[in-house]
């Protein structure tokens, strides 16, 4: 069975960084690509970074230069780094497997909360 | 940026009933759309990929169709359990996008 298991969330002042960590298990995780998409409070899904098997990477406009997305395959880990935060950064936070061919997400974590306040 | 639009927003429905949720994108693609569904609390959910093909154990009540730049989810009788948030989402090319999601509602 898919597990995915985020952690890392919590309150960080405007400015502040965190990062979040997904364990996955029930899977080959150095064949997959892996995601981060959020949900903002009151609003919808928004996707905001995909790593691919060989390591590349690929941000939403709003977080490129912000947020760094990495993985480390021999402890089946995904990894956001999250630099100079804001408010509007606040949602929870999923990590989601990817398919094996294209990029629609077949499992996802239960998330995480970040909340970005003074 | 491919900019997904779902319509409506909201969906009142009652329980057997049938249920169309719509989809349009910006652009035209072919079938590289995805739909979720999301009830409160919990994390999202794989219903349909390629625009038509169920994912693994999604009721056959859940279909969809489309292609270019209008696609749709149908729930032929919707059952108590249906009743939540559902999105679209393309990965025809990046940004992935999602739509802004459609609340379908106890009538």
């Known amino acids: 069975e898919v597990q995915l298991l985020e952690s890392g969330g919590g309150l960080v002042q405007p400015g502040g960084s965190l990062r979040l960590s997904c364990a996955a298990s029930g899977f080959t995780f150095s064949s997959y690509a892996m995601t981060w998409v959020r949900r903002a409070p009151g609003k919808g899904l928004e996707w905001i970074s995909t790593i691919n098997r060989g390591g590349n990477t690929y941000y939403a406009g709003s977080v490129k230069g912000r947020f760094t997305i990495s993985r480390d395959d021999s402890k089946n880990t995904l990894y956001l780094r999250m630099d100079s935060l804001r408010a509007e950064d606040t949602a929870v936070y999923y990590c989601a497997k990817d398919s094996p061919t294209l990029h629609w997400f077949e499992a996802w974590g239960q998330g995480t909360l970040i909340t970005v306040s003074s | 940026e491919i900019v997904m639009t779902q319509s409506p927003a909201t969906l009142s429905v009652s329980p057997g009933e049938r249920a169309t949720l719509s989809c349009r994108a910006s652009?035209?693609?072919?079938?590289?759309l995805a739909w979720y569904q999301q009830k409160p609390g919990q994390a999202p959910r794989l219903l349909i990929y390629?625009?038509?093909t169920r994912a693994t154990g999604i009721p056959a009540r859940f279909s969809g169709s489309g292609s270019g730049t209008e696609f749709t989810l149908t729930i032929s009788s919707l059952q108590s359990d249906d009743f939540a948030v559902y999105y679209c989402q393309q990965y025809h090319n990046w940004p992935l996008t999602f739509g802004g999601g459609t609340k379908v509602e106890i009538k």
């Open positions: 652009q035209s693609f072919s079938t590289n």
């Open positions: 390629a625009t038509s």
